[in-house]
């Protein structure tokens, strides 16, 4: 098993080196027969995916090694984001049922779009996979690749081979009478001045500035692992909120997944008169000038996972919301999007009646978000089995929620006391009736409590009915993880200023025997390097041509 390779200077090189770490002769088969200029990536050092006998975990690091991967793993990523794009995604929508909403609107292609699990393409397991996937190929792309950089760089040697002198790019071969380390100690000043750092070793010298900008990519890198675990960590309980929130006019709503409470203290809408309207609009429909939520902000101090207790809250934001406007408190932000000015029940109070005598056993109040559990009207007890803040029928017929908003709201009582059997009887009340729904009612009540029912819920007075005025509709954002994505942002910017504002230049110069050999490489910009090469010759005193520095097709 082949371990390394012997070069004739001594140094014993690890498989896959192609110009030797000493001396930077070519080693490798295939640039010794080439008369071309060096490959000069990494100055030729071995990377450990070139390793002979590779074991598993070699064969892993490869794969996520190669730049083709790479290539490959970005183009599904960007082809599986277009994907996103075909249909709006769930999230940007407020109170729909998306089972039924995309084949409805867009049809058998809107279904098709839901079931594969496009509606929700950015959190689902096969994007985040990929960018799981393009995460590790950044991290092992770059290990492979940084350390055999950083190993060349930190170890480049002054006297190299003539071989690999000759087989740069810039390149200059003559004759040189002068003492060889007293014309290079001359060659040092012109050099600094420009920027360089120099080393000499007897009639050899290395000069070399802005190496820095050798790092630039792996900047980047490192810019863009940052951003990807940011918006991965975005998946993360706690680190990201983007909910549209219903905060009916009145009421302190909690955040879910948060200890914050939000009140609508008013809400205010103002619309265009018919003059201040455009043209085409007029006569067609009403627009709004301004809507506005007088917001309260709230934090739950005590009592705040006690469902029997009321929270015990302390003010701690208030701002008026309007659109580009936003509330916005220790990284919460709460933005106005969108508005009701339906009235929605807020509380009822109805009588326990008997609907043959009349009689009147009591009258209590009935929240729709937070009602009593159990109540006592004279000798009844209601004992509340189920809420329905949206009431509908599901295709067997039985109660469901459609929504968690009370746009219809029903519930289902157990009522125990005298002339009532000895399980109790089921009583269904909605509080909101219109005709589908007090047909519902009737419906359902005959079915569980049968003919003899003779208890009754009603509100005699509209005194007794408590209605939220409007509704504001809120995009409740907080995302912690947004500062990564920017300071990520901010070092790829910086990776990119690295590499395109400054290129690592390197000047090798040997004398041996009355000659001068000459080798340069710099990443970029070859023509302001040869002009500054032949401006430094000058200096000490040789003049030569800048064409005459140009070696495109190396010299033997």
């Excluded at 060889?180 to 070399?208: C, D, F, I, N, S």
């Amino acid at each position: 098993m082949i371990t390394n390779t012997k070069c004739e200077c001594g140094h014993q090189n690890p498989v896959g080196t192609v110009l030797c770490e000493a001396c930077g002769k070519p080693v490798d088969g295939g640039e010794q027969l080439s008369e071309g200029n060096l490959e000069m990536r990494y100055d030729g050092v071995a990377r450990r995916s070139q390793r002979v006998n590779p074991g598993v975990i070699d064969l892993v690091w490869n794969f996520f090694s190669s730049v083709k991967i790479a290539i490959y793993l970005i183009v599904l990523t960007l082809l599986g984001s277009m994907l996103g794009t075909i249909f709006p995604q769930e999230s940007t929508f407020l109170n729909i049922d998306a089972s039924t909403y995309y084949q409805e609107t867009y049809g058998t292609a809107g279904e098709i779009y839901y079931k594969l699990g496009l509606s929700h393409t950015y959190e689902s397991w096969w994007f985040v996979s990929l960018l799981v996937l393009i995460g590790a190929s950044l991290v092992i792309c770059s290990l492979d690749r940084v350390l055999p950089l950083y190993k060349a760089l930190t170890r480049q040697k002054i006297r190299k081979h003539r071989q690999f002198l000759t087989r740069q790019k810039v390149v200059l071969v003559t004759e040189l009478l002068d003492e060889p380390e007293a014309w290079v100690a001359r060659l040092v000043k012109p050099l600094q001045k420009k920027g360089y750092r120099v080393r000499t070793e007897g009639g050899a010298l290395l000069a070399e500035k802005h190496r820095f900008s050798r790092w630039g990519p792996y900047v980047i890198h490192i810019g863009l692992i940052i951003f990807l675990l940011a918006v991965l960590a975005r998946g993360l309980p706690g680190l990201n909120m983007d909910q549209h929130l219903a905060f009916q006019q009145g009421e302190a709503v909690r955040i879910p997944d948060t200890t914050y409470y939000l009140k609508n203290e008013k809400f205010t809408v103002e619309f265009y008169t018919e003059d201040e309207m455009p043209k085409e609009f007029r006569g067609i429909k009403i627009l709004p000038k301004l809507y506005e939520t007088k917001a309260v902000l709230y934090e739950c101090t005590a009592d705040c996972t006690d469902p029997s207790k009321e929270p015990q809250l302390a003010e701690v934001a208030r701002h008026n919301i309007q659109v580009n406007s936003p509330l916005s408190y220790n990284g919460l932000k709460a933005y106005q999007f969108d508005y009701d000015l339906t009235p929605v029940l807020r509380s009822v109070q109805p009588e326990l009646t008997n609907s043959k005598s009349g009689e009147v056993y009591g009258k209590f109040k009935l929240d729709m978000k937070n009602p009593q559990r159990t109540i006592q009207a004279g000798p009844y007890t209601l004992e509340l089995k189920e809420k329905y803040m949206d009431f509908g029928l599901n295709d067997n017929g039985q109660p469901v929620s459609k929504s968690p908003y009370p746009n219809a709201p029903a519930f289902l009582f157990l009522i125990t006391g005298p002339d009532l059997p000895a399980g109790g009887q089921q009583y269904f009340y909605f509080p909101k009736q219109v005709d589908k729904e007090k047909f519902q009612m009737e419906a359902i009540n005959d079915k569980l409590g049968g003919s003899g029912r003779f208890l009754e819920l009603e509100v005699r007075s509209m005194g007794d009915v408590d209605f939220s005025e409007s509704t504001a509709y809120l995009n409740i954002r907080v995302d912690r993880a947004m500062p990564f994505v920017w300071i990520g942002a901010g070092i790829v910017m910086l990776g990119l200023v690295l590499g395109f504002y400054w290129q690592h230049r390197r000047i090798w110069l040997a004398i041996d025997h009355g000659e001068l050999v000459l080798g340069g490489h710099t990443n970029k910009n070859w023509f302001g390097f040869r002009r500054e090469i032949v401006s430094i010759l000058a200096k000490a005193d040789l003049t030569v041509d800048e064409k005459s520095l140009d070696n495109g097709g190396g010299l033997a």
